[in-house]
């Protein structure tokens, strides 16, 4: 365990650390990637934007293996039921289709909304493109607003 989080530690593993960050927090695991994130970039201020692009990476393939998570989980119980099994709660987020995926970004709604995108059938890389687009512009501001808040002091 030890030498795991030896592995995972900041300054040494940075960029690989906060892209598994975020990516299990993209999934239905109850993780926050910003923390990491911001202390990657109060450490090392000169990667801020690789950690803001390293971390939209690693969100945005979390929202995506969500969205197959989904869709796997549609099929399986469409299978199960022998019949279609979209409900009517869903039908008004397949109204928005891809642009749903925008508000990924969303603490407790964004990914879940990723899977129920993959439930929905939405298409994949649109959906893909608009989770990338809304985590990004998450990280930016969060990560700038954080660094505006409490700026680096001597380390």
Not at 78 to 106: D, I, M, T, V
């Amino acid at each position: 365990m030890l030498a795991l989080a030896h592995w995972l530690a900041l300054p040494h593993n940075g960029l690989a650390t906060v892209f598994l960050i975020a990516l299990l927090s993209a999934t239905l695991l109850p993780l926050g990637s910003e923390p990491a994130v911001f202390a990657l970039v109060q450490i090392n201020p000169q990667l801020f934007w690789p950690a803001i692009l390293v971390a939209t990476a690693g969100n945005t393939a979390g929202g995506a293996i969500s969205w197959w998570m989904g869709l796997g989980t549609h099929e399986a119980v469409e299978h199960w039921r022998g019949k279609r099994s979209e409900g009517k709660a869903l039908a008004w987020l397949k109204r928005f289709g891809p642009r749903a995926c925008l508000l990924s970004w969303l603490p407790v709604v964004g990914d879940p909304l990723c899977a129920v995108a993959g439930w929905l059938r939405l298409p994949f890389w649109p959906c893909v493109a608009y989770m990338a687009v809304g985590k990004f512009a998450r990280y930016l501001v969060m990560t700038a607003g954080l660094i505006y808040l409490w700026p680096r002091v001597g380390i």
